[in-house]
T-cell receptor, first 115, second 114 residues
Framework: AQSVTQPDIHITVSEGASLELRCNYSYGATPYLFWYVQSPGQGLQLLLKYFSGDTLVQGIKGFEAEFKRSQSSFNLRKPSVHWSDAAEYFCAVGIITGGGNKLTFGTGTQLKVEL | DAGVTQSPTHLIKTRGQQVTLRCSPKSGHDTVSWYQQALGQGPQFIFQYYEEEERQRGNFPDRFSGHQFPNYSSELNVNALLLGDSALYLC??????FGGGELFFGEGSRLTVL
C-alpha cells in the first residue's frame, strides 16, 4: 500500500528566508505526486504536481518541488518566504486505477513565518 | 466559474444521530470524492463516485454511505454518529480519467459530534 511521510510537523522560518519541506513516499510504481496548501478553515489548494518528465516542477506562488526517485522524495522549496505563506502543507501520492483515482496524504507540515 | 461547493459549512450533532453533507462539483467535472480530515491529520479517502456509482472505497465502515445524482452532485451520509466522526469533511471533484490527476477541493463541512 502507498504511504506518505512528512517528517516535520512544525517549521518556523523568518520572512525572506528560504524554505524546504520534506516529503517521502512509498509506492510500487511511478507515482503521481502533489503538494497542497491549506489555510485555517479552508479547503486544499493545489500548489504543484508531478506526473512525468522534468523532475523539477514549478507551481503557483513561487513554489517548486523536485522528484528524486532514488530517494523516494518530493521536497517542496521556495527561495524567499512571505508572511502569507503561513499555512499547513500536505504532500500526497495519487493512485490511478480502472476504478478511478484517489490521493493518499501525509500528516502535514505546519509552517509559521516570523516577521 | 464556480469551484467545488459544500454545505453546510458547520454543524453540530450528538452521538447516535445521522448527518447528510452535500457537494456540488466544479463545472465540467463528473467525478466526486469524499475525504475525512481529523484535527491535526491529513485527509483520508472515504469513497469516490462516478456515473452515480461508488467506484472506490477507503477503509471506512458501512455507516458511511454516499450518493451521486444525475447532475453529478453528491451526498455523504453518516449514520450512528460517534465522537470520533468529528472532523472536516472535504469533497473533491475531477474530470473522469483523472484529467491529469488533479483534484479540486471544496472548503469542507466541519462536523462536531457531542
Amino acid at each position: 500500500a502507498q504511504s506518505v511521510t512528512q517528517p516535520d510537523i512544525h517549521i518556523t522560518v523568518s520572512e525572506g528566508a528560504s524554505l524546504e519541506l520534506r516529503c517521502n513516499y512509498s509506492y510500487g510504481a511511478t507515482p503521481y505526486l502533489f503538494w497542497y496548501v491549506q489555510s485555517p478553515g479552508q479547503g486544499l489548494q493545489l500548489l504543484l504536481k508531478y506526473f512525468s518528465g522534468d523532475t523539477l516542477v514549478q507551481g503557483i506562488k513561487g513554489f517548486e518541488a523536485e522528484f528524486k526517485r532514488s530517494q523516494s522524495s518530493f521536497n517542496l522549496r521556495k527561495p524567499s518566504v512571505h508572511w502569507s505563506d503561513a499555512a499547513e502543507y500536505f504532500c500526497a501520492v495519487g493512485i490511478i486505477t480502472g476504478g478511478g483515482n484517489k490521493l493518499t496524504f501525509g500528516t502535514g507540515t505546519q509552517l509559521k513565518v516570523e516577521l | 466559474d464556480a469551484g467545488v461547493t459544500q454545505s453546510p459549512t458547520h454543524l453540530i450533532k450528538t452521538r447516535g444521530q445521522q448527518v447528510t453533507l452535500r457537494c456540488s462539483p466544479k463545472s465540467g467535472h463528473d467525478t466526486v470524492s469524499w475525504y475525512q480530515q481529523a484535527l491535526g491529520q491529513g485527509p483520508q479517502f472515504i469513497f469516490q463516485y462516478y456515473e452515480e456509482e461508488e467506484r472506490q472505497r477507503g477503509n471506512f465502515p458501512d455507516r458511511f454511505s454516499g450518493h451521486q445524482f444525475p447532475n453529478y452532485s453528491s451526498e455523504l451520509n453518516v449514520n450512528a454518529l460517534l465522537l470520533g466522526d468529528s472532523a472536516l469533511y472535504l469533497c473533491a471533484s475531477s474530470p473522469r480519467g483523472f484529467g491529469g490527476g488533479e483534484l479540486f477541493f471544496g472548503e469542507g463541512s466541519r462536523l462536531t459530534v457531542l
